[in-house]
Nanobody, 124 residues
C-alpha cells in the first residue's frame, strides 16, 4: 500500500513552466513504477509520463521534449517538470504507482495507486 499526494499545480501563462511533485508514503515506494496522468475537461484521463525504479522513462509524443519525469528515491518524491506550457496542457494532473511489468503502456488500468490530483491551468 502506498499513499500519494500531489502538489505544485497552479495557473501559468503560455510558455511558462511548473514543477509538480508527488510525495509517496507507505510500503516500499522504491519498487514501484511511477507515472503522471492528466485529465482535461470533457476528456478521458491519459498517461503522459512514467519512470521506472531505476530511472527509465516513457513519454507520450505530445509532452516529449517539454516535460521531464524524475524521481528521488531517497526522498520518496516523484516530479514532473513542465516547460513551454500551452493551454492544451490544462488538466488535473495525477500521480500513480504500479508494480506492473506493463507500466510503460501508460494505461490507467495498469496503475494501482493514485493521488488526489493537482490542477494545472495554462492561459493564453
Amino acid at each position: 500500500q502506498v499513499q500519494l499526494v500531489e502538489s505544485g499545480g497552479g495557473s501559468v501563462q503560455s510558455g511558462g513552466s511548473l514543477r509538480l511533485s508527488c510525495a509517496a508514503s507507505g510500503d516500499r515506494y522504491t519498487v514501484y513504477y511511477m507515472a503522471w496522468f492528466r485529465q482535461a475537461p470533457m476528456k478521458e484521463r491519459e498517461g503522459i509520463a512514467a519512470v521506472s525504479p531505476v530511472g527509465g522513462t516513457k513519454y507520450i509524443n505530445t509532452v516529449q521534449d517539454r516535460f521531464t519525469v524524475s524521481r528521488d528515491n531517497t526522498k520518496n518524491l516523484l516530479y514532473l517538470q513542465m516547460n513551454n506550457l500551452n493551454p492544451e496542457d490544462t488538466a488535473m494532473y495525477y500521480c500513480a504507482a504500479t508494480r506492473s511489468s506493463e507500466w510503460w503502456l501508460l494505461a490507467q488500468n495498469r496503475y494501482t495507486y493514485w493521488g488526489q490530483g493537482t490542477q494545472v491551468t495554462v492561459s493564453s
